[in-house]
């Protein structure tokens, strides 16, 4: 692999990983406040198909990344519907 497809997966990877620290706020305070399931809905379909035509042309790049993804934005998509519509800390 030169050096640019290292660089190129590297921060596909990374990029991936950005999900998590919005999963993980809504896992803490247990609001899903001006979150938008739509948006989270199309980063999820659009990781699948990633992953799908990496998988399809044996590419490990494509399939490490969007995985990561995918991970990210289902856990995101769970907690919005596990959370939506409960009281905030307030009681609000």
Request: hydrophobic share 50%; charged share 15%; glycine share 10%.
């Amino acid at each position: 692999m030169d050096f640019l497809a290292v660089f190129a997966t590297t921060f596909g990877i990374i990029m991936a990983f950005g999900y998590f620290p919005q999963a993980w706020k809504m896992l803490k305070t247990k609001s899903v406040e001006d979150i938008s399931p739509l948006s989270f809905s199309i980063f999820f379909v659009g990781n699948v198909t990633w992953e799908i035509y990496g998988v399809s042309i044996r590419n490990w790049p494509l399939m490490i990344s969007p995985l990561v993804g995918i991970i990210g934005t289902g856990l995101v998509l769970s907690f919005y519907f596990i959370y939506k519509g409960k009281v905030d800390k307030n009681g609000i």
